[in-house]
């Protein structure tokens, strides 16, 4: 209510408290079959059995290795895997004429055959299979089986990889192409669970399916996003001398978002769901993920052979850039903590919390400040902004990401930007930069000691 002191003195306070939400980087992510709906959020597995689920559920003997461990999520989400399906579809003769040639394009690609005299309906058919057979691109994506003779021969055309697509075009008018089964792969799980209100509210997955194509799938979408992938295998093909394994491909790929284990005991025991467990919730950046006991899960025993290949050398190679589970010293511990591209998983999520927690620095004051003016002491309290991020990140009181020695920032003058972006409003690439370095770990250490008498 307005009083006669304020039409003298108006004291007006405006709040500049509304928070920007950050995500959480503690938070992991179980995606398995029996979940109950598209997305459920739990604090222990006990509440997943009050939601339907059984102690013998993958989903819940994932969730009760993940909080097992000396540290654990105060929260978990539980994705739902739907059944892997091939995309299906057929293909017929609708007119039967000598000398025409039956056109059909596959994934882009033109395939053809021309009719010969004598040839009936399913021969037609049978030229089309094996012109595609013919085209390797094109036999690693569809496989065609042709069934019933006359007019009632047709072509079922399967997809060779459960969840991707093989798009039929341009098919000619004297053949018919009916869609059967639309493909379903673990990319559109995903896609529906991040569809969820809580979708994006994780950061660390884990699958309960060791499956190749599944990982596969899923590494290359985590790839494309700022979270992180733990997967396991146990394919003895791993370790060998094979160049086609799950492992060699990823490593392949230098995907710097997925780690995979290699367990032949405990691959389908949630050692994947233990490590995501005990290290999520650890300050981003500040702890490495080797030298870790897991809980709950049994070592593995590897000869020299299979760890110089699984994990390489010190120095030398990294192997097939898995990690492993194993008794040294009599201590089990994890090696060698690194995505499959020889990034370090500390590193990755260090890394993503540094740039979502300097975005959101920036972004409150933004958002919070009646404006940030376009002159030097507006620059300098942006820079100021940056400044606070890295010595969180630092060792100097921080998370231990980056050596504090060697945090160094600079913002231009104003002066010297360009007048075009200042009349837009934007502050130009390399205006204002910072440099660090990242404290890393020690992981591999020599002594040299001269004794004498």
């Known amino acids: 209510m307005s009083t006669a002191l304020d039409q003298i003195v108006n004291i007006v306070i405006t709040q500049q408290t509304a928070a920007v939400p950050q995500p959480s980087f503690s938070v992991p992510l179980i995606v398995g079959p029996n979940a109950p709906r598209t997305l459920s959020w739990y604090t222990d597995p006990a509440s997943m059995l009050a939601d339907g689920f059984s102690t013998s559920d993958a989903e819940y003997i994932y969730a009760s290795r993940m909080m097992s461990q000396a540290l654990s999520p105060t929260t978990f989400g539980v994705g739902l895997r739907l ?20 056109l059909i394009t596959v994934a882009g690609t033109v395939v053809s055959y021309v009719s010969q005299l004598g040839d009936v309906q399913e021969d037609v058919l049978a030229g089309i299979r094996d012109a595609i057979a013919a085209v390797p691109a094109l036999a690693a994506l569809v496989a065609g089986v042709v069934s019933g003779t006359g007019g009632s021969a047709s072509m079922l055309l399967t997809g ?15 053949l018919t192409y009916v869609a059967g089964v639309t493909a379903h792969g673990i990319v559109d799980d995903m896609t529906a669970i991040i569809a969820e209100s809580t979708g994006q509210n994780w950061y660390g997955v884990c699958m309960t399916s060791q499956n190749a194509t599944d990982i596969l799938q899923m590494a290359s979408l985590i790839e494309s996003m700022d979270k992180i992938f733990i997967a396991a295998t146990a394919d003895a093909a791993v370790d060998s001398s094979s160049t086609s394994d799950l492992a060699s491909v990823l490593k392949g790929y230098g995907y710097t978002r997925t780690a995979l284990i290699y367990s032949p005991i405990s691959a389908a025991l949630g050692i994947e769901a233990a490590l995501l467990g ?9 702890s490495t993920w080797k030298f870790k006991q897991l809980v709950g899960i049994s070592p593995d025993l590897f000869g020299s052979t299979s760890r110089t290949r699984l994990i390489g050398l010190p120095g030398v190679s990294t192997g097939k850039g898995v990690n492993i589970y194993e008794s040294v010293g009599g201590v089990n511990i994890t090696e060698e903590g690194w995505m499959v591209g020889g990034q370090f998983i500390d590193v990755t999520i260090g890394l993503d919390w540094l740039k979502s927690t300097m975005q959101t620095a920036i972004y409150t004051q ?23 991020v890295l010595k969180q990140a630092s060792d100097e009181g921080g998370s231990g990401l980056l050596d504090a020695t060697s945090l160094q920032t600079n913002v231009a003058k104003v002066a010297t930007i360009p007048s075009a972006s200042r009349a837009a409003r934007i502050l130009p690439n390399n205006s204002l930069t910072f440099s660090a370095r990242l404290t890393g ?3 591999f250490i020599t002594v040299n000691g001269t004794v004498t008498v």
């Open 366 to 388: 933004l958002a919070q400040l009646a404006k940030i003016p376009y002159t030097d002491k507006g620059a300098a309290l942006l820079e100021g902004e940056v400044k606070k």
């Open 278 to 286: 005990g290290q999520l919730p650890q300050t981003p950046g500040a």
């Open 83 to 102: 059944p892997a399906a091939a995309q299906t579809s057929t293909l017929s003769v609708n007119s039967l004429t000598i000398g025409h040639d039956y």
């Open 441 to 443: 770990a020690f992981h």
């Open 160 to 174: 060779v990889t459960n969840g991707i697509d093989v798009a039929f075009t341009a098919v000619g008018s004297k």
